[in-house]
């Protein structure tokens, strides 16, 4: 997403909610919005983590003033190794 946002990877933006952060960040670059949310939830191939917790709210998980908001590639997997098997 860096292509997006000139390469800065951190962004001061506001909002109350993961949902306010979403259309902040869409504001000041368009385009992210699509790569992150489809329709009304994120997607499914990314994490949200705020202040260091993977939330499972997603877009209504609420932010704090000074909160920190990442973006993240989801991890899949938890199955037995191949070895464990």
Do not use: C, W, Y
């Amino acid at each position: 997403m860096q292509q997006l946002t000139g390469g800065q990877q951190q962004i001061v933006v506001s909002g109350a909610t993961v949902r306010q952060i979403v259309n902040s960040l869409e504001e000041k670059f368009p385009g992210i919005k699509d790569r992150l949310v489809d329709g009304n939830r994120i997607k499914p191939n990314i994490s949200v983590a705020v202040d260091g917790e993977i939330t499972p709210l997603g877009m209504l998980e609420k932010v704090g003033e000074e909160s920190e908001v990442h973006f993240l590639p989801a991890i899949g997997g938890g199955g037995p190794l191949e070895q464990d098997r």
